[in-house]
Structures are given as structure tokens and as C-alpha cells.
Nanobody, 120 residues
Framework: QVQLVESGGGLVQAGGSLRLSCEVS????????MGWYRQAPGKQRELVAA???????NYVDPVKGRFTISRADAKNTVYLQMNSLKPEDTAVYYC??????????????WGQGIQVTVSS
């Protein structure tokens, strides 16, 4: 089994900061790309940021300069530091990881999602 567990969400005022964490556990051999997605009410899930196995980050335009994605491979963990938060950042945030398991299969896994609410 493989599990992704997110933490760090919550309620914050506009302009504030939050740091999301996502820890991967289970029968894994390696983790390739990791990323964060979000889904606002009535909208489709969208990519927010991703990071390659080599540590190269990519961001969607609305979060560039405000969000920072990083990973700690020794902890099988990916982070999303969110600064200067805006009400439009309100959404359920999901962690995603492309994982090679001990059974020799590579596929994407998802966390259960964590709520981030930014008040104006």
C-alpha cells in the first residue's frame, strides 16, 4: 500500500501564509515528480506547482512569486509554502506523486485533500 498524507491547511486572512506538507509512506522504491493541485468549489482540479525528481520546480502563473514548492527526499515529503495568500487561493489542495512501488509498477498517487480557506 502507498499513502499520501497532507497537513498544514486551515483558515488564514488575506496576505497571510500557510505551509502544506505531504508525506508519502508505504512499499515504495522511488518517487519521481511530485506536485500540488487544487480544486475550488464548482471548478475543475488544477495544477498549482510541481517539482521534478531533480528538484526543478514549475508553477502556474497565478501563484508565481507567492508559492514555493520543495521536497525532502530523505523524508519522502513535498512542501508548498504559500505566501501573500488571496481569497481566490481558497480551495481543497491535493498532493500528487509519481511513484515506483516495490511491485515494479509506476503510477500517480493522490492524497485525500486538505482545505485552505483565505478570508478577505
Amino acid at each position: 500500500q502507498v499513502q499520501l498524507v497532507e497537513s498544514g491547511g486551515g483558515l488564514v486572512q488575506a496576505g497571510g501564509s500557510l505551509r502544506l506538507s505531504c508525506e508519502v509512506s508505504g512499499r515504495i522504491l522511488s518517487i519521481n515528480a511530485m506536485g500540488w493541485y487544487r480544486q475550488a468549489p464548482g471548478k475543475q482540479r488544477e495544477l498549482v506547482a510541481a517539482i521534478t525528481s531533480g528538484g526543478t520546480p514549475n508553477y502556474v502563473d497565478p501563484v508565481k512569486g507567492r508559492f514555493t514548492i520543495s521536497r525532502a527526499d530523505a523524508k519522502n515529503t513535498v512542501y508548498l509554502q504559500m505566501n501573500s495568500l488571496k481569497p481566490e487561493d481558497t480551495a481543497v489542495y491535493y498532493c500528487n506523486a509519481n511513484i515506483l512501488t516495490v511491485w515494479g509498477a509506476t503510477r500517480d498517487y493522490w492524497g485525500q485533500g486538505i482545505q485552505v480557506t483565505v478570508s478577505s
